[in-house]
C-alpha cells in the first residue's frame, strides 16, 4: 500500500530534514509500504529532489518523485509554446512533453505563445508581469502549476506560487487553470503514476487533505508545517493527526 507524502511541511523544511522524518520514511518501507513524495514545489528539477532525499538519507526511486511541474505539463501538447515564470523543473517537464519554454527578460520579444505556465520564481519582477500580461492578453491561456500562497520554511513562512500566480491573472485578466495539488490535472496524474493511495499525508488541510478526499482515501495531517497545534476546526478534517510524520508512522503502525 502506497504512502503520498507531502514535502514542504512533512519532510523538510527548505534544506532542513524535519526530526524523524527519515525515520519514519524508513520505517514505512521497512513495513512493506510504498513511499511516493509529491509537492507542489514546481521550481526544481526531479534530480534535484533526488539529490535532495539522497542527502537527508532518504534515497527514492525517480518514479516515487511527482511534482505540480509535472501535473502542469500534462495541461500542454507537443508543438505548443509557453512562457514561463518559474524555475527549471517546470522548463524539464515542457521539455519531456514536447513543449517549447520561452522566458521573459532576455532581451528580445517573447513572441506568440499558447501558454504563459507559472509557479514558484524568485525572479519574478515588474518586467516578467508585463510579458505575461501581454500574452494572456493575446490570447493564451493562463497554468499555475499550483495557488499555494505561502511555504512554509525554518525562517518562517515565505510567499508562494499562488501569490505569484493572482498578480499575473489580474493584470493579463486570465481565470487560471490550477495544476497542482488537490485539482484534477494532478489527481489523474497520481492515478496514472500510482494507482491506488492508502493515505495522503500533509500539513494543509486545504490542498493535502482535500487532495485525499479527491483520491476517496484517508488525510493524515502533521503539525511540522503550515498548521499550528491548538488549531481548532479544519476543512476537511483529517482522519489522522500527530506532531509529525514520525509520530503518525508509529501510530499506523503500532
Same mark, same amino acid.
Given at each position: ?11 523538510? *523544511? ?11 520514511? #524508513? ?41 505540480? $511541474? ?10 505548443? &509554446? $509557453? ?22 527578460? #532576455? ?33 493564451? &491561456? ?26 499575473? $491573472? ?20 497520481? &492515478? ?11 500539513? &494543509? ?5 482535500? *487532495?485525499?478526499?479527491?483520491?476517496? #482515501?484517508?488525510?493524515? *495531517?502533521?503539525?511540522?508545517?503550515? #498548521? ?11 482522519? *489522522? ?14
Amino acid at each position: 500500500m502506497t504512502w503520498l507524502l507531502d514535502c514542504d511541511g512533512v519532510v523538510w *523544511l527548505a534544506e532542513q530534514a524535519i526530526a524523524g522524518a527519515r525515520e519514519a520514511v #524508513t520505517t514505512l518501507r521497512a513495513s512493506g509500504h510504498r513511499v511516493v513524495l509529491l509537492t507542489n514545489n514546481s521550481f526544481p528539477r526531479r534530480s534535484d529532489h533526488l539529490a535532495k532525499l539522497e542527502r537527508m538519507g532518504m534515497p527514492t526511486d525517480p518514479a516515487d518523485v511527482l511534482s505540480s $511541474a509535472m501535473a502542469a505539463a500534462l495541461l500542454l501538447e507537443a508543438g505548443e &509554446r $509557453a512562457l514561463v515564470l518559474g524555475g527549471p523543473g517546470i522548463v524539464e517537464e515542457l521539455m519531456a512533453r514536447g513543449v517549447t519554454s520561452v522566458r521573459p527578460g #532576455t532581451g528580445r520579444e517573447v513572441g506568440p505563445v499558447d501558454a504563459v505556465v507559472v509557479g514558484m520564481d524568485p525572479s519574478f519582477d515588474f518586467s516578467s508581469l508585463a510579458a505575461a500580461a501581454t500574452a494572456l492578453r493575446a490570447g493564451a &491561456r493562463l497554468i499555475g502549476t499550483n495557488d499555494d500562497p505561502a511555504f512554509p520554511t525554518p525562517a518562517g513562512m515565505l510567499p508562494g506560487a499562488g501569490a505569484l500566480l493572482a498578480a499575473v $491573472a489580474r493584470a493579463g485578466e486570465a481565470a487560471p487553470i490550477i495544476a497542482g495539488k488537490p485539482y484534477p490535472p494532478t489527481v489523474a496524474l497520481v &492515478r496514472e503514476r500510482i494507482g491506488e493511495v492508502e493515505i495522503v499525508v500533509g500539513d &494543509r488541510p486545504s490542498t493535502d487533505g482535500l *487532495l485525499a478526499r479527491r483520491l476517496e #482515501t484517508r488525510f493524515g *495531517l502533521v503539525l511540522t508545517g503550515v #498548521t499550528p497545534a491548538g488549531h481548532g476546526q479544519l476543512d476537511p478534517e483529517p482522519d *489522522l493527526e500527530a506532531s509529525d510524520l514520525l509520530a503518525l508512522a508509529h501510530a499506523e503502525l503500532h
